[in-house]
C-alpha cells in the first residue's frame, strides 16, 4: 500500500489531473473522491482507471481514516471549510485557487493549517512551469539585479466549452477577473518580482461577452516594496488567444518570457536572446505542471518543511487580489496591500 491516501473533493475539469498525478506517484494511493452531483466523482475516477470509493458527502471523506492529504478542487465557496476541516482532523491539503472569495476566510484557513501544523500547497501551478523555474533560476543568480519595474498578464477569454464556465463567469463563484485567473499573475509577480506594496486599478465592463456577472478586464498598476514600479492585467472578454506575460526589467538586465538581455552578464550580445522552454501557452490544465507541484508537496510533507507556495506564502497573492478588488470598489484609490493584510488578521481574530 502507498504511504499517503489521497481524497479529492471536486470532480471537475483539474480534478482529472490530480487523479492522474496521485494515480501514479510511488507514494500515494486513491482512497476516494466527492462530488456534490452523485455519480460523477465514480465516472473520473474510472476513466483514469483507479478503483476508490465515492463519498455520498464530503463529510464522509474527512471520516475515512485512510486519507492523509486532502485535495479542494471545487468551485472556490467550500473550500475555506474543506481547509479548515483538513486542517483539524490533521491532513496534508492542496488548495486549488483562489484560496477564498473573501480575504477573511483566507486567513482563518491559513490560520487552521498553521495551529495544525500541517504541510499545504497552493496550485499557483505555473510556479512549476519550466520557463518561470527558469526565469527564477536566472534571477537568483543575480542577472537582473535589483528590479526598477515588473509586469505580469492573465489574458484568457472564456469560452463556453470551458467545463467551469458556468460558475466562472458568476459573481458568486467566480468572483471576479482576478479571482477567476488574473490571481496567477500576481503570484508570479510576487514569486519573481518580490513583495507588492500598494495597488490601484481600473475595471471595465463586458463588450463580447455578455455573460459576465463582473468587470472582466481590469488593469492595475503598482508598487513593490523595493520602490519599484509594475503592472498587473487581466483580460477575459477580448478577441486574442490565451496569453500569459512576465516582465522583469533591472538595473543588472531584463526578462521578458523567455528572452533575456543583460549587458553585464553578456557583454557580446547585440540584443534579447531567447531560452527554448515550455512555455505558459495555453489554458488547458492538461499543459499545466501539475507532477511538479503534487511532488514538492510530498517532498515537503517528508522531510518536515514548509511548501514555498503554502498558504502562509500565498494568502500573500490573495492579499493582492483583494487589494486590487478594493481599489475597483473605491474607483481606482491605492490600496496597501498591508491594510488589506491587517484587516483580515482583525476580522479573523474577532471571529
Partial sequence: MAKYGVGILGAGWVAGEYVRVF??????????????????????????GVEAREYASDDELFEDERVHIVVSCTPPNPRPEHIRKAAQTGRHVVIEK???????????????????GVRT????????NPMLETMRRLIDEGVIGDLVYGEADYWNPS????????????RSEGGSAFLTGGCHAVDALRWLGGEIAEVSAFGGPPRRNPDYEYEPNVAVSLRFENGAVGKLSAL??????????????????????NRVYSSRRYPGSL??????????????????????????????????RESHASIHDTARSMAVVFAIEESLVRDGAPVKVEDVLAAAASASASA
Fill in 271 to 304: 540584443g534579447y536572446w531567447e531560452f527554448p522552454t515550455i512555455t505558459p501557452d495555453t489554458a488547458d490544465v492538461a499543459h499545466h505542471p501539475f507532477a511538479g507541484e503534487i511532488d514538492h508537496l510530498l517532498q515537503c510533507i517528508e522531510e518536515g
Fill in 236 to 257: 477575459l472578454d477580448a478577441d486574442t488567444p490565451y496569453i500569459f506575460n512576465v516582465r522583469l526589467f533591472g538595473t543588472e538586465g531584463t526578462l521578458q518570457n
Fill in 23 to 48: 494515480r501514479d506517484h510511488p507514494l500515494t494511493e486513491i482512497v476516494g473522491a466527492y462530488n456534490r452531483t452523485p455519480g460523477k466523482a465514480a465516472s473520473l475516477l474510472a476513466e483514469h
Fill in 159 to 170: 469560452e463556453k466549452w470551458f467545463p467551469c464556465y458556468p460558475w466562472l463567469i458568476t
Fill in 98 to 116: 483562489p484560496i477564498a472569495l473573501t480575504m477573511a476566510e483566507v486567513e482563518e484557513a491559513r490560520r487552521a493549517v498553521a495551529e495544525a
Fill in 121 to 128: 500547497v497552493t496550485s499557483f501551478v505555473l510556479r512549476w
